[in-house]
Every structure is written in C-alpha cells, then in structure tokens.
C-alpha cells in the first residue's frame, strides 16, 4: 500500500517567508509524528498527534512553528518568518495504535528539504 | 546530553562478512527499541524493533540484541550485502510517563554509516 508522503519534496524560500509542510500519513495511522534532520545532527522530535490532537508538542523549536491535522489524516507543519537555522530536512512518520500504543514502528516519508536563504 | 549513542561514525565490512552496529542509551525509561536505515534523499526504513520484555529479535539476516543491564543493543547483518550499504539509526522511545507526556516520540542515535564492499 501507499507510504507516508510528503510535499513539497524540496522548498527554498527567502528568510522572513512563511513555509507550508504537508504530510499523508499511511490510511488507518492514527499517530503522526514530526521531526526534523539538521545538516550533521540526527533526527529530533518536533510534534505528536493521536488523531487531530497534540498532546505533545515539546519539541516544537519556538512560537514560529505550529502544526495541524485535520480529519484524523493530513497534518501540515508551518513555520512563520523563516529563519536560516530553519533549514533543514523534516521528515513526518506514522504508526498504527497497537496493543500498547507506543510499541509500534513508524514509518517514514522522504522529508521535505527546507533551505532558507 | 545525547541520550542514545552510537559511537561508531562508520563501519566498513567485506560482502559475506557480519556487520554489527552498535547503540547505548542512558534513559532507563526506555523500553522500545528500533532499528532504521537511511539512503541519501530518503526518509528512514524500518528494520527491525525489539521490546524490553525480550534480549533477541529476529528477522531474516537482520538480529536485533538487547542488552537492559548494560543499556546497550546491537544490529547484526548476517551475511552482509552491497545493498546493505547505508546510514543505520537507533531509536528508542519510552514507556508513557504519569502524565502520559512520552506517546512514543523516538529518540535517535547519531547514525552509523555502514559501507559493504564486493
């Protein structure tokens, strides 16, 4: 079946611009999970939702990041006046609600390459 | 403070060969384990997990051990493959705390760059 999909794939905007991140998840995950790769640092966690709620949202860098899912399915992560230490690849992952709801794989999209100039 | 580990950079391993990767982690309220390979451009595969219940998973020529005592897992490729050529990330995620603050966000090592030669 269909994987997490993620657009746009790459984006290059001017600092200061708002930029729009939209993920897919796969159909039935009701976990959606954002994180972000940093040129030479791992990936770090940015944002946890169980259907269209955030329970967790501590990963958030600052006020200029939000995020929504609407619908139980899509979720967009949006980042206001862009900064240069915003560029960065961010990737979007699901999981399916097992047994014990933390205990199963996510899956990842290809990530969105955000450069800021 | 890096609360899993992987010390090894990179990894070069003859085709045919065991390739093992190692992870430690600090957190002892880490009880769900995850191994991810990653290609330029793309985003994580998931290989293998393995719970804390268990010391061993495994999947095809993919092993996953768990060592709790010692806060350390490993990634065992056997036979090793071309193919096999990519970054592997560990990851880990913990049990839901008392305010149900955890939901299984992970948390990932550094990556280890594995290189299988011919």
């Known amino acids: 079946g269909a994987g997490v999909s993620q657009s746009p794939s790459n984006k290059v905007t001017e600092k200061g611009k708002d930029v729009e991140l939209r993920c897919d998840p796969i159909?039935?995950?009701?976990?959606l999970y954002w994180y972000r790769q940093s040129l030479g640092q791992g990936l770090e966690f940015l944002i946890y939702?169980?259907?269209?709620?955030?329970?967790?949202k501590s990963g958030l860098p600052s006020d200029r990041f939000s995020a929504e899912r609407t619908g139980g399915s899509v979720s967009t992560l949006t980042i206001q006046r862009t900064q240069q230490e915003d560029s960065a690849v961010y990737l979007c992952?699901?999981?399916?609600?097992?047994?014990?709801?933390?205990?199963?794989?996510?899956?990842f999209g290809d990530g969105t390459r955000l450069s800021i100039l | 403070d890096q609360q899993v580990k992987q010390n090894s950079p990179s990894l070069s391993v003859q085709e045919g060969r065991i390739s093992i990767l190692n992870c430690d982690y600090t957190?002892?309220?880490?009880?769900?384990f995850l191994w991810y390979k990653k290609y330029p451009a793309e985003g994580p595969t998931f290989l293998i997990s393995?719970?804390?219940?268990?010391d061993k998973n495994e999947d095809g020529r993919f092993t996953v051990f768990l060592n709790k005592s010692a806060k350390h897992l490993s990634l065992h490729i056997v036979p090793s493959q071309p193919g096999d050529s990519a970054v592997y990330f560990c990851?880990?995620?913990?049990?839901?705390?008392?305010?149900?603050?955890?939901?299984?966000?992970?948390?990932f090592g550094q990556g280890t760059i594995l290189t299988v030669h011919p």
């Open positions: 992952a699901s999981s399916s609600r097992g047994q014990a709801y933390w205990d199963q794989p996510q899956h």
């Open positions: 159909s039935g995950h009701t976990a």
């Open positions: 939702f169980q259907g269209n709620s955030a329970p967790d």
């Open positions: 957190n002892s309220m880490f009880d769900y």
């Open positions: 393995i719970s804390s219940i268990k």
């Open positions: 990851a880990a995620s913990a049990v839901p705390n008392a305010g149900g603050t955890s939901y299984g966000k992970l948390t």
